[in-house]
């Protein structure tokens, strides 16, 4: 829904798409409880990110996967993010917090005075798209709010993702591109899936509307149950395809052939897209939905968005998985800060740096990492040999005691400082700067030998990560 630009002047849909309804694929259709697991991938995919919103009732979601966003807009960007919504977003657990049940709860509120508050996430991770020949998911299980007619009129719920390289610039939309996976307002039983690119206004996507379909969700309305929808960007056919789901049924697409060559580059070529989740209230989209300004008059604050879980999956070229598995024995590299891509190079074998030092971890296997990490710190490893058959995921063990609100990339050069990433991944706070886990991220592909650069960049002064070793895989 929310796009955080100048986006949503959209839309004067006012019918269900009844054709696109009937044209869905049918699948049976399960009942879940308000509760659910995170499924299990299935058979050939690999879960690179999911949060079940698991944790004490009243509290904020974790840090580490999320971002809270905060005011009317980004530092500099767009005032009311671009669509005219009129809410403040805060980071009170009156907006945003886990419900002790397992879920994420996103509520619009409004005071005496008539101010609107409500809440908006972003992943910490701006890197997802499918590997190289490849499939990614991006899919969630939700209920809208719960609220219908003139009670509801201008509840904008949504959740979405927006081209990493927005993160930071706040002006790039739409050519860095969004997938609007769930959107809705004014309590209509339709799920709207949305893609924006190219140019604003006008353009391939047709700006500000976007290229858009929409459907009523299967059974249970969108508001009185939960259903699961998923965006499908598949690598894997020629030309390249954008599918959107409920309930298993397909009922948008886009095609690689829809859009100009550089429009399509423009949006893919980059190292991915974050994922958001929001409530707004009011903005172009439930009025151009409604022929009103919003919110009216009879609105009803208080009712949330519901969030069961979120993940994301991919699926590698010719079925396999795309994840690495975490190696459980370092290996030593063959040459001073080089050698092998494909086994585990430690973070202090690095022959050239800038702002490193390095200092005994505690992580398993014992050595030593470097860190604390900040903005334009850097290290480089020299001579990594990758060999004929092309590297395309990354992953390094990282820990972060940063503090709250501070976060940054952990990219990968090749053989310039000035090179662009060939990938990245985000990191904040994971509970200390011995507290580790492993983070992994899709690069482009590599070939060959090459001097690696691991920079760090950050918006924020502050150190945000360390670095106990990273490798690479196909």
């Known amino acids: 829904m929310p796009v955080s630009f100048a986006i949503r002047r959209r839309r004067m849909w006012t019918a269900l798409g009844a054709a696109a309804a009937a044209a869905a694929i049918a699948v049976p259709l399960t009942i879940h409880s308000a509760q659910a697991a995170v499924p299990p991938p299935e058979a050939g995919w690999t879960t690179v990110f999911a949060d079940d919103f698991n944790g004490g009732a009243n509290t904020l979601p974790s840090g580490a996967n999320w971002i809270i966003d905060t005011g009317h807009s980004y530092p500099g960007g767009p005032g009311n993010w671009g669509t ?124 500000t509307t976007g290229i858009v379909n929409n459907r009523a969700c299967p059974g ?123 086994g585990t190079i430690q973070a202090e074998s690095y022959t050239q740096s800038a702002g490193v030092a390095k200092q005994t971890t505690s992580d398993t296997g014992g050595g030593q990492n470097i860190g604390p990490l900040g903005n334009g710190d850097w290290a480089m490893y020299p001579n990594v040999a990758f060999g004929s058959n092309a590297a395309h995921q990354f992953q390094a063990r990282v820990a972060s005691g940063a503090g709250g609100g501070v976060s940054g990339l952990v990219e990968v050069r090749l053989d310039s400082l000035t090179s662009a990433p060939v990938g990245s991944f985000a990191i904040a706070n994971t509970g200390g700067w011995q507290s580790w886990r492993t983070v992994p991220a899709n690069v482009s592909s590599i070939t060959g030998t090459h001097n690696v650069y691991l920079t760090f960049t950050s918006g924020q002064p502050a150190d945000y990560v360390s670095v106990n070793w990273f490798t690479f895989a196909h």
């Open 84 to 207: 005219g919504e009129i809410q403040n977003y805060t980071n009170s657990t009156s907006n945003l917090s886990l419900d002790g049940a397992g879920n994420l709860r996103i509520t619009p509120l409004r005071d005496g005075a008539g101010n609107w508050t409500s809440a908006r996430i972003e992943t910490q991770r701006l890197d997802f798209k499918p590997p190289a020949g490849g499939v990614m998911r991006i899919e969630s299980r939700i209920q809208m709010p719960n609220v219908t007619g003139a009670a509801a009129l201008g509840y904008w719920p949504a959740f979405w993702a927006l081209g990493g390289p927005y993160r930071g610039n706040n002006w790039n939309w739409p050519s860095v591109g969004e997938f609007d996976i769930m959107e809705n307002v004014n309590g209509i039983n339709s799920v709207w899936g949305v893609l924006h690119c190219g140019v604003n206004p006008g353009g391939p996507c047709n700006e």
């Open 220 to 342: 249970t309305t969108c508001q009185a149950g939960f259903h699961t929808y998923r965006f499908e960007w598949d690598a894997s056919v020629s030309p390249q395809v954008f599918r959107w789901f409920v309930d298993g049924q397909q009922f948008h697409s886009v095609s690689q052939n829809q859009v100009d060559a550089g429009t399509w580059t423009a949006m893919t070529g980059h190292a991915g897209y974050f994922v958001l989740l929001n409530v707004a209230i009011g903005g172009a989209f439930p009025n151009n939905n409604s022929g009103t300004t919003t919110p009216g008059p009879g609105i009803v604050p208080g009712h949330p968005m519901v969030v069961d879980y979120v993940t994301v999956t991919t699926k590698g070229s010719g079925g396999g998985t795309t994840t690495p598995t975490t190696p459980t024995t370092p290996t030593t590299p063959t040459g001073p800060g080089g050698g092998d891509a494909y």
